[in-house]
């Protein structure tokens, strides 16, 4: 039985998340659904993360079995005629290895945040980022993002429904650079506690309005409170921007 790796990119506008939740459509549906219309098969896909309502991806990945075997090619443009009209594309198909799985084999996952930082109301960008009309000062909050990268509790920007068993996260990196009108805040780590993302990406904003100083970021973490913690960034401005994988062996 073949596996294959899938690469997608999505709007998560409209959708209920990447996983099957039974009160509305999921991502993880419609490459079912899309599936079952190429080949007859109804499996289950496998996502290496799961992003929430209205999070979108540039690149999240999935693995799935298939009974018979189909060139890359061939599936990739299949899945995406049957995907029409969801917004939802497979931009890579690739033969994986029988034990390879998108979740576990993962070995980190790089999230993207995205704030438009200008007086007028976006157009192209609506639901796409986060739009803030006061100046934020982005070199403070790239200094106090500095403070949050490491092995840490990150308690104070966790989910409180957040099912993980420890709190316990190692952020590699936590970015903050702007381009223009747009602030991009690049967070990379192995795996995430469930709204940490877009916890600390409220914090740091509250840092680039003035409310807060980059040392007071610093003890919002030491102090492992969530009532302390800024709001919770909404979710249309997030996005799956990379999962990585171990290079193939020789």
């Known amino acids: 039985m073949p596996r294959y790796r899938l690469t997608l990119e999505y709007d998560g506008t409209g959708f209920v998340g990447w996983q099957h939740q039974g009160d509305g459509r999921s991502v993880q549906e419609a490459l079912e659904r899309a599936v079952e219309?190429?080949?007859?098969?109804?499996?289950?896909?496998?996502?290496a993360g799961r992003t929430d309502s209205g999070v979108h991806a540039l690149a999240q990945c999935c693995h799935l079995d298939l009974a018979r075997q189909a060139a890359p090619d061939v599936l990739r443009d299949?899945?995406?005629?049957?995907?029409?009209?969801a917004p939802v594309t497979v931009l890579d198909v690739v033969e994986a290895a029988p034990t390879f799985d998108a979740r576990r084999?993962?070995?980190?996952?790089?999230?993207l945040y995205r704030i438009l930082n200008r007086r007028a109301p976006p157009a192209l960008a609506r639901k796409r980022a986060w739009h803030l009309p006061r100046p934020l000062d982005a070199?403070?909050?790239?200094?106090a993002a500095r403070l949050l990268e490491g092995t840490h509790d990150f308690t104070t920007f966790r989910a409180a429904k957040c099912q993980a068993a420890s709190p316990?996260?190692?952020?590699q990196s936590l970015a903050v650079s702007r381009r223009g009108e747009e602030i991009a805040i690049r967070a990379w780590a192995r795996s995430f506690l469930h709204h940490q993302v877009r916890a600390m990406v409220g914090t740091l904003v509250e840092v680039g309005e003035g409310r807060r100083t980059p040392a007071?970021?610093?003890a919002l973490l030491a102090a492992c409170e969530r009532s302390l913690c800024g709001p919770t960034a909404p979710a249309w401005g997030l996005y799956l921007e990379a999962v990585m994988y171990p290079p193939p062996r020789g």
């Not at 299949?78 to 009209?85: C, F, Q, T, V, Y």
């Not at 084999?105 to 999230?111: E, G, I, P």
């Not at 070199?139 to 200094?143: N, Y």
């Open 105 to 111: 084999d993962a070995t980190a996952r790089v999230y």
């Open 78 to 85: 299949a899945l995406n005629a049957h995907l029409r009209p």
């Open 139 to 143: 070199a403070a909050m790239a200094e």
């Open 216 to 218: 007071d970021v610093g």
């Open 168 to 171: 316990v996260r190692t952020l």
């Open 37 to 47: 219309r190429f080949c007859g098969e109804q499996i289950r896909v496998h996502g």
